[in-house]
């Protein structure tokens, strides 16, 4: 639906220049100069040091926030098939990934837009679509909640979908994901973490979408889709957000656990996996009317 692309386009660039950084944690150089004095800053935008991984960070004196990243995984594929003298060689670019994070209002308000290079490259065909993530967040008490707006990862797939793609310990996915998932939606999002006990702390999250999986072209069937998810850290949270990345690259002092459990329900769905593939399957009744099961 070219109107929902346009729409969150034109909310992210009316969004001030924004980032996640560190503030304070490493060196800065200004990279932007209004006419007055170098000693006046209050509108100039700091590029903090390059570290391998963290992509380009700006930040400015207001505390506004902008970081961009990307990734690129290569692949190479070799076969030999049975009575076929000759091997299957395969070279191309498995995937390709640009990323915008930023913040302004003092991190109330946060956004990201995350753009895919290599058209369809989790689906292996030209099927998928440019556009990833685009939402903006509003955080009025920090993680104690979150609001989302957009088009993100749902809270009700597997966990293996709450991890990015860079951060996977193998080169694919595991089989859940391809079967089940609906890897990002459109629609609402809450979520929220609170102690409990000494160490403990619970995350709740809940989503309403439109059922119909990413931004796509041409009708979208079926109602609205209801879900939530309720995890439970006993020992606390995970060192540099750990529990989103599939490898330790953390490196934990402790052991850390994360147990939850997640529930969804979409009010007349068009595909196998609830969400993803909208129009895949369209089931008619006896007047020859679109029917969708819940």
Known sequence: ?????????GLFLLLPVMAQTDEGSDDAEIVEASDESLSDIDNKVVLHRYKMGDGLRFTTQGGNKL????MVQTSVE??????????YNRFRVRRARVRFDGS?????????????????????DDSGSLLMDAYAAYRPWGSKLVISFGQRSTPTDNYELQMSSHTLQFGERSKITSA?????????FAESSFRLGSKGLLRPSIAITDGSGPISEGKRYGGLKYGGRLNYLPFGAFRSMGGSREGDMAYELTPKLSVGVAYSYADGTSDRRGGRSNGDILYMNDRDEIDLPD
Do not use: P
């Open 1 to 9: 639906m070219k109107k929902y692309l346009l729409f969150l386009i």
């Open 67 to 70: 970081t961009v990243s990307g």
């Open 78 to 87: 070799s076969r030999r098939f049975e009575d076929v003298d000759q091997m």
């Open 104 to 124: 302004v209002y003092h991190d109330k308000l946060r956004f990201r837009l995350g753009l895919d290079l290599v058209k369809g490259s989790e689906t292996d």
């Open 180 to 188: 089940f998932s609906t890897i990002r939606e459109l629609g609402v």
